[in-house]
């Protein structure tokens, strides 16, 4: 399943860098990276997300199993 999102912000955290996508949800996506990342603030990216690698959680902000 490949997805598609905007860039909102990034972190660039040494050995990780965060990108926070707009994608039409209520809260940005956050995707974790490996290394620096160089994406700005309105790229678009492309993701595939990894079925075992991804978080999810309620509306309050509790884990789904």
């Known amino acids: 399943m490949a997805l598609s999102g905007t860039v ?3 972190e660039n955290l ?7 996508l707009e994608m ?8 974790r990276l490996d290394g620096p990342n160089t994406y700005h603030s309105g790229d678009i990216v492309h993701i595939s997300p990894m ?5 999810r959680f309620d ?3 509790k884990p789904l199993a």
């Open 51 to 55: 079925d075992d690698k991804i978080h």
């Open 59 to 61: 509306g309050a902000g």
């Open 8 to 10: 909102i912000h990034t």
């Open 24 to 31: 039409g949800t209520e809260e940005p996506v956050v995707v």
């Open 14 to 20: 040494g050995a990780d860098s965060y990108v926070y």
